[in-house]
């Protein structure tokens, strides 16, 4: 008899602790406070969740851009920038979280570039100026991107809830008006029906695919 009341209150108490530890969902909207229109594709970043084993991934210069613009890694991955192009590329980055430099090369660096601190590394090219790309390096899970919209559906798992009464998220985008660093935005409990958070954007950059002369040098190098 006593095994079996065991048993029961053992059930009853994981059952509580189970029910306790629901997934909080909270619909996000993302605008921008200047134009007051909706920041889509923006990625959004939950602190606390915790991150995926670092992996291995690549970014390609392909008709002298870097594919994709924006890569999403944990921190302590490995990344490899393969040249497809025809033209010797030079690639660096002088961000805190990353400095690094491949000097002029084609085809594929002797070794990937690890990424062992979190942040926003910006990647260009000493050859090509208008070559841009962003690796995000996380310690906590991406929970996604906003849609068209500027939308997301927030999901806080218990891990995110450090006692503190809040949360913090980090917010990124392309066109931050500074895009070097996230936005970070502290949410208290009890937690609201939804929230509506606006970040700083920079006008849409002019399309020019125009070469200067040193770039027509190595065009066919």
Not at 78 to 102: C, E, G, L, M, W
Not at 124 to 150: K, W, Y
Not at 176 to 183: E, F, H, W
Request: proline share 8%.
């Amino acid at each position: 008899m006593i095994y079996k009341l065991t048993i029961a209150l053992l059930l009853v108490l994981v059952g509580a602790l189970c029910n306790g530890a629901e997934t909080d969902t909270i619909p996000l909207e993302l605008t921008d406070g200047l134009s007051g229109k909706p920041v889509a594709d923006a990625v959004v970043i939950l602190e606390g969740v915790p991150s995926e084993s670092p992996l291995e991934a690549e970014i390609v210069q392909k008709n002298r851009n870097f594919h994709p613009h924006t890569l999403i890694i944990p921190k302590h991955s490995r990344v490899d920038f393969p040249n497809q192009d025809n033209t010797q590329h030079h690639v660096y980055s002088f961000s805190p979280a990353k400095v690094f430099n491949i000097e002029l090369y084609a085809g594929r660096p002797t070794e990937p570039v690890v990424f062992d601190k979190a942040g926003v590394v910006e990647i260009g090219c000493n050859i090509h100026d208008h070559m841009q790309a962003f690796i995000l390096v996380t310690d906590s899970a991406p929970s996604g991107r906003t849609d068209e919209q500027g939308r997301l559906t927030l999901e806080i798992p218990p891990s995110a809830d450090d006692g503190s009464g809040k949360i913090e998220l980090q917010v990124w985008h392309p066109r931050l008006t500074d895009n070097t660093q996230m936005v970070r935005f502290t949410v208290d409990q009890p937690y609201p029906e939804s929230l509506e958070l606006s970040v700083e954007l920079s006008p849409e950059p002019a399309s020019d695919d125009r070469l200067d002369g040193l770039q027509e040098r190595f065009r066919e190098l």
